[in-house]
């Protein structure tokens, strides 16, 4: 079965014991482990991790994990990460057992729709399958909202905003960050708080050393020497965000220079961004629908993604790539302001 963006909070929240096999895939890695750590806590079960090259190798091992009682009583979810085509032959013999006593989760990333993995989820009514996209626009103010809700947080879309982008839209790292001010605040959801623009500039992800949305600013504007700075002092694990952020930041602006390209006037296009824009980025971003083409807009996208691509594949990200990448970027900014 495919499920949807509106079912599939209730499809992990509320398991049908009918389905041994949920798939999550697509782009946002984040929010699949996401709804995979929500099903294993309804479940109230213990994850029980097993490795796609073991299944490729003896694909008989998924369904003898599966079926197997656990020696104390307790529930387990076997969760295989990162998954593949190369489960097929082992979630089909999953899918066509009698009865299980585990379900499975694999998260799976990117798959095309020719995958033979996909075909089985979707088409069993055994499986569960949801494609998971990055949150952009109303999306990701209410996936902060309801993440915030969690931990006591009441949040106006302004902050929303501002938390989102900072983070890059990534889930995981939003989580991450809300928790952290609930406790600066001193919220819980039996005691729930506002979250304000002062708390966010004290300890949010885009304060002191870790601000992430005045690195992409800095990189668009042109601003060399501010941006050198911000890079050195990026801590390490924020190397990958920081690119995200970039790319949260083009996806803004690309639209909106598309719009000015057609004839629309830049204070309409400003106008248009309304609460979703934070009050103190309005001239930053103004001054880089001035500065870049949609053109080139496209072709920095296609950059950080490679960039991030690369990244994403080295044990740990190297400040030297990104601060190449984003001083050359800097450097074009400069340039096209003169």
Same mark, same amino acid.
């Given at each position: 079965? @495919?499920?949807?963006?509106?079912?599939?909070?209730?499809?992990?929240?509320?398991?049908?014991?009918?389905?041994?096999?949920?798939?999550?895939?697509?782009?946002?890695?984040?929010?699949? %482990?996401?709804?995979?750590?929500?099903?294993?806590?309804?479940?109230?079960?213990?994850?029980?991790?097993?490795?796609?090259?073991? #299944?490729?190798?003896?694909?008989?091992?998924?369904?003898?994990?599966?079926?197997?009682?656990?020696?104390?009583?307790?529930?387990?979810?076997?969760?295989?990460?990162?998954?593949?085509?190369?489960?097929?032959?082992?979630?089909?013999?999953?899918? *066509?057992?009698?009865?299980?006593?585990?379900?499975?989760?694999?998260?799976?990333?990117?798959?095309?729709?020719?995958?033979?993995?996909?075909?089985?989820?979707?088409?069993?009514?055994?499986?569960?399958?949801?494609?998971?996209? *990055?949150?952009?626009?109303?999306?990701?103010?209410?996936?902060?909202?309801?993440?915030?809700?969690?931990?006591?947080?009441?949040?106006?879309?302004?902050?929303?905003?501002?938390?989102?982008?900072?983070?890059?839209?990534?889930?995981?790292?939003?989580?991450?960050?809300?928790?952290?001010?609930?406790?600066?605040?001193?919220?819980?959801?039996?005691?729930?708080?506002?979250?304000?623009?002062?708390?966010?500039?004290?300890?949010?992800?885009?304060?002191?050393?870790?601000?992430?949305?005045?690195?992409?600013?800095?990189?668009?504007?042109g601003e060399l020497s501010d941006l050198g700075?911000?890079?050195? %002092?990026?801590?390490?694990?924020?190397?990958?965000?920081?690119?995200?952020?970039?790319?949260?930041?083009? #996806?803004?602006?690309?639209?909106?220079?598309?719009?000015?390209?057609?004839?629309?006037?830049?204070?309409?296009?400003?106008?248009?961004?309304?609460?979703?824009?934070?009050? @103190?980025?309005?001239?930053?971003?103004?001054?880089?629908?001035?500065?870049?083409? *949609?053109?080139?807009?496209?072709?920095?996208?296609?950059?950080?993604?490679?960039?991030?691509?690369?990244?994403?594949?080295?044990?740990?990200?190297?400040?030297?790539?990104?601060?190449?990448?984003?001083?050359?970027?800097?450097?074009?900014?400069?340039?096209?302001? %003169?």
């Amino acid at each position: 079965m @495919k499920a949807s963006k509106s079912s599939i909070g209730r499809s992990v929240d509320q398991p049908d014991s009918k389905v041994r096999f949920y798939l999550f895939l697509g782009q946002d890695d984040a929010q699949s %482990r996401a709804l995979a750590a929500r099903l294993l806590a309804a479940l109230g079960a213990q994850k029980s991790v097993l490795a796609q090259g073991d #299944l490729k190798a003896r694909p008989g091992l998924l369904i003898d994990e599966a079926t197997a009682l656990s020696l104390f009583g307790e529930r387990r979810l076997v969760w295989i990460e990162p998954a593949g085509n190369d489960i097929a032959e082992a979630v089909e013999a999953l899918l *066509a057992a009698e009865a299980i006593e585990s379900p499975v989760v694999a998260i799976a990333g990117a798959l095309p729709k020719s995958s033979a993995l996909l075909k089985l989820a979707e088409s069993s009514p055994h499986a569960l399958a949801f494609t998971a996209y *990055a949150p952009e626009g109303g999306d990701a103010l209410r996936m902060v909202t309801d993440l915030g809700r969690r931990v006591g947080l009441k949040i106006a879309p302004p902050v929303a905003a501002r938390i989102a982008e900072a983070c890059g839209n990534d889930q995981a790292i939003v989580a991450q960050e809300l928790e952290k001010f609930a406790l600066y605040i001193g919220a819980s959801p039996h005691a729930p708080k506002d979250l304000e623009q002062e708390a966010v500039d004290s300890v949010g992800a885009d304060s002191g050393e870790g601000d992430l949305s005045r690195l992409a600013n800095f990189t668009l504007l042109g601003e060399l020497s501010d941006l050198g700075e911000a890079v050195s %002092r990026l801590p390490a694990d924020a190397v990958i965000p920081a690119i995200r952020a970039l790319q949260r930041r083009l #996806l803004m602006l690309a639209p909106a220079r598309a719009r000015i390209e057609r004839g629309e006037r830049i204070d309409g296009v400003m106008a248009s961004f309304g609460r979703a824009l934070f009050w @103190k980025d309005k001239a930053a971003v103004e001054a880089m629908l001035r500065r870049w083409s *949609a053109k080139d807009l496209a072709t920095v996208a296609r950059r950080a993604g490679e960039l991030e691509r690369s990244l994403m594949f080295s044990e740990v990200p190297e400040h030297e790539a990104l601060g190449e990448e984003l001083l050359a970027l800097a450097r074009k900014a400069r340039s096209a302001a %003169r």
